[in-house]
Nanobody
């Protein structure tokens, strides 16, 4: 059973930074791509960033490029999302997700396994 547990959300002012973490268990972490998604109130969940199994390849949605960085530590079974220059429109519940693929774009259509989510609120 794959389990994903996010942490690190909170309230931050516009222009500020946050670092999200996601601890994975239940299978060999380093074999699979990992991703971050978000869901704002009244909107569908959307892909934010993905990272390949080895961490060499990453992929971002256009609106976060240059501001967000996804990374992973396979020794710690953890994937991170560093968010900077945050904007009010980044406010959402952020979810960690994974599936059966290995490349950074394998989660563009969604994940097979999800965490419980962590709230990020950016005030103007």
């Amino acid at each position: 059973q794959v389990q994903l547990v996010e942490s690190g959300g909170g309230l931050v002012q516009a222009g500020g930074s946050l670092r999200l973490s996601c601890l994975a268990s239940g299978r060999t972490f380093s074999d699979y791509a990992m991703g971050w998604f978000r869901q704002a109130p009244g909107k569908e969940r959307e892909f934010v960033a993905g990272i390949s199994w080895g961490g060499r390849s990453t992929y971002y949605r256009d609106s976060v490029k240059g501001r967000f960085t996804i990374s992973r530590d396979n020794a710690k079974n953890t994937v991170y999302l560093e968010m900077s220059m945050l904007k009010p429109e980044d406010t959402a519940i952020y979810y960690c997700g994974t599936g059966m693929g290995r490349i950074s774009t394998s989660l563009l259509q969604g994940a097979d396994y999800w965490g419980q989510g962590t709230q990020v609120t950016v005030s103007s």
